[in-house]
């Protein structure tokens, strides 16, 4: 691993926002319910379309619903109060973007108020301010826990052939965590709170595409026994590995729908005096790099 020093951008923590769920499209639901059994999330469905997974106090966090395509439907970010809800819905605009809020479906997806926009990489943006926090507590199947709250639910990753990242900088108020140069392909992380990275972009990665998502287990034999779980499920699990620039350790695994999920344990959190870095290896071992 080489780590080489880059002039420090002054990050702070970002713009506050957090990630509180995630949409997917599928057509293979039964799937999804059983993937999601062995995720260790509380699984429920919603009508004949729809499955919902929960892993933490939240009334979902992972949507999965029945649709032509396979892939990634769209992404909540949440917001603490109604001004800068309405501070982010107007910076969206002034980018040119045209957004809307919606009561219908802030309804259903059980938050306060609710806008949607699409971002430049296709996706369907949820901006919601309080999504539901259910009484009862969250119960894994499998006695998980997984690390949300402040830091949301975990982080997405997406190829592109160009620099998606600066809508999510200069639009959304992301700031620029650090970035690995893999022989000329460069992945740069982005941060909206403490968590390391809640969004990066591969760049150079052929056409713009979900790549994965991930999800944090609360310790480091829940994500060993989950890895058990995947493999006794036939799921083509890669080995564990340490990345270098979040310290995380994770395995992946494709889901149902083709893109992968990335399940860690542990890492770093952003600090105030965060200073940027740049790696030239994304792992530090494992992976099967
Ligand atoms: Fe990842």
Known sequence: MEIRPRPTVGTGLGSGLRLVYVGITTKVLPQWAAFGD???AEVRRLGDATVLMR??????????????????GFVGFEVDTDSRFDEILERVKRAGIPCEESTDLALIRECARLATFVDPAGVRQELVLRHKVLSQPFVSPHGSNFVTGEFGIGHLVFGSPADLSSFY???????FTDSVDLQGRIITFLHCNQRHHT???SQ???DLHFNHFMLQLGTLDQLGRLLDRAKAAGMDASPLG?????????FYCPTPSGFG???GSGGRS????WKPQYYSESSEWGHGH
Do not use: K, M, P, Q
């Not at 900088?169 to 992301?174: I, K, N, T």
């Open 199 to 201: 969004v990066a972009v």
């Open 38 to 40: 062995v995720l260790g």
């Open 55 to 72: 892993i933490d106090e939240r009334t979902f966090s992972l949507w999965v619903e029945t649709g032509d395509v396979e892939g990634l």
């Open 261 to 263: 999920v990335e399940l």
């Open 204 to 206: 150079g990665e052929g």
């Open 169 to 175: 900088r200069d639009v959304l108020g992301f700031g």
């Open 242 to 250: 340490r990345h270098t620039n979040d310290r995380v350790i994770s």
């Open 270 to 273: 952003i600090t105030g005096d």
